[in-house]
């Protein structure tokens, strides 16, 4: 099994739950709160934890209960979290989020100590990059950590993956040629690129805008839908299986974790992406962020059904 390196953030989530979203001047009443260990990068690492995988995190929590509480719940899903700094000048980073009654969720992110994490401190852990074999990241990080790490991965000839969430149109054009496997949904990819996105064409041709400026290949997920797969030479749709979803937190993350941990065990690009969808379709049928991401034995059947 190859090793897989996260780096990346790590929020406490404070989910509240609503009929539906607030338009600008509209005063809602929330049904309830809940918190639940999050964060992009945390939820990747759970993930692939939680499926099996060998897996570390680099990342910056506050010198706090929130941030002792995110650590733990990592370990206890067998992820390495010796490279998780605690930071006592910045508390643990938090995520607001809103889940309507369809699952449906908006999401607020205060970075806190995950702002932290520097490329001087990322050159620390150049270790941790030379140990792994494939490297997730997302944007709730400083860009110019997110560029140092694609370009020690580079130079390191490490498989880098981006999921590029939150989208931002400025990212620098140095970041695509490095970037081996990047995992946007549909509303991403049109930040990314400038493009609509509301047809499958133009979804087509919005990765192709990603292939051009040297992604080498591009992964749209597709809701419901499920996935496509563009690389250059074909596009590939890959259906979702039909579930009635509760909340979709951690859906996008637990896809990319699970597809990145399928190549860390020899599977195939197209085997990967079918059991990421299965992984996310169970994912959006429940509730949390971490909580929701379904273990190895659960997904077993995926393994060889998808």
Known sequence: ??????????NMDMVLSVDHHPVPGETIIGDGITYHPGGKGANQ????????????I????????????LTENLAQAGVDTTAINRMPEA????AIIDVDKKGDNSIIVISGANACLTPDLLRKQKASVEWSDFIMTQLETPIDTVLELARMAKKADKCMILDPSPARADLPDELFPLIDIMKPNEKEL?????MPTETDEEIKAAADALLEKGVSKVVVTLGARGAML???NEKLFFEAKPVVPVDTTAAGAAFTAAMVNGLAQEMGMIQAIRMANGVASIVVTRHGAQASIPDRDEIDD?????
């Open 1 to 10: 099994m190859k090793k897989v390196l996260v780096v990346g953030s790590l």
């Open 45 to 56: 690492a759970y993930a692939v934890g939680k499926l099996g995988g060998d897996v570390r």
């Open 58 to 69: 680099i990342g910056c929590v506050g010198w706090d209960n929130n941030g002792m509480i």
């Open 91 to 94: 508390p643990t980073g938090m």
């Open 190 to 194: 049109s930040i990314l690129t400038g």
């Open 230 to 232: 563009a690389d250059g």
């Open 302 to 306: 995926l393994i060889w059904n998808y």
